[in-house]
């Protein structure tokens, strides 16, 4: 709520997304390691003393987490950004997004470690190297969309995803074995993801300042639905040992998104009226909460 609004939002949605970029690169090498000096059971002890840790100082460092009197929630809150086609187009595209990164690390170890008979500590690191391609790009993310826009970059993000599911269907069917063929074109796929995540949370919540965590919450929840439930269902559909539910995934997803921006383009300014006569009426509701 304190960013809504504001410039530097795009810098700490860029922060973010590089944070959390590092967590898939840096935890199955962590995994890996403990593993192979202290055992697998090792891996539980250390996450929970990290969960302890984590408690700990949100305890004592975050006095924003803990309860405090706010006025109530009032449920129609919940149903007005999804009554705008702009909420569902970035959510769709963090959706698009995350979910291929999902899709990727519930099959890639079957595939590499399986069929492609790499080791555990190798696919650590090249595992790893998607989520280095994220970092890297979500560093940038920060400048970037103010200077190119949010659609621009959305659409960036989306021709990343289908670019990097045309290379692993090309790989898929002329070179199974190769490790580069999947790994690579994650890459590209990984920079998609990052530029996704980056420039989704913004776009969705423009025209909702006044209720930011309101929305912030409802885009989450419902981006979250989304990507588990699709992603699982292509997963349970299609060869888990093979490249296809990724390919399946980030074509389906992004040509969905891509589809929803030009109408979204075509609309204009009648759907971009539409939103602020939404936004104006959560406006409204937040201001007279006995309305």
């Known amino acids: 709520d304190i960013y809504a609004g504001r410039e530097e ?3 700490i949605y860029g922060i973010l997304g590089s944070m959390l970029a590092m967590v898939p690169a840096v935890g199955p090498l962590l995994g890996a390691l403990v593993d192979m000096w202290l055992g697998w059971r090792a891996i539980f002890a ?3 003393l990290g969960m302890i840790a984590a408690s700990a100082a949100a305890w004592r460092f975050w006095p924003e987490t803990r309860v405090q009197r706010v006025a ?3 449920w129609s809150q919940l149903l007005l950004p999804v009554k705008c086609l702009n909420f569902w187009l970035y959510t769709l595209c963090y959706a698009a997004g995350m979910g291929s990164f999902f899709v990727f690390f519930s099959i890639a170890p079957g595939l590499m ?7 555990q500590l190798g696919f650590s690191l090249l595992f790893a190297t998607v989520a280095i391609a994220m970092v890297f790009t979500a560093r940038f993310m920060g400048r970037v969309i103010p200077k190119w826009g949010s659609p621009s970059v959305l659409r960036m993000g989306m021709g990343c995803l289908i670019a990097g599911a045309v290379l692993l269907a090309i790989t898929e069917i002329w070179a199974l074995q190769s490790v580069l063929g999947f790994i690579a074109p994650m890459w590209l796929v990984g920079i998609g993801v990052a530029t996704a995540v980056s420039v989704a949370p913004n776009g969705a919540l423009r025209g909702f300042d006044h209720v930011a965590g309101t929305v912030t919450a409802v885009y989450f929840c419902l981006g ?4 588990g439930s699709i992603g699982t269902l292509i997963i349970s559909l299609l060869p888990r040992n093979t490249a296809w539910p990724v390919v399946v995934y980030c074509l389906t997803l992004a040509t969905v998104v891509l589809g929803l921006s030009c109408v979204s383009r075509v609309k204009g300014s009648r759907g971009q009226g539409e939103h602020d006569v939404v936004a104006l009426q959560s ?9």
């Open 9 to 11: 939002s795009n810098v």
């Open 46 to 48: 250390f996450l929970g």
């Open 72 to 74: 109530g929630l009032q």
């Open 113 to 119: 470690m399986g069929r492609q008979g790499v080791s």
């Open 224 to 227: 979250g639905v989304l990507l």
């Open 283 to 291: 406006a409204e509701s937040t201001s007279n909460p006995n309305r």
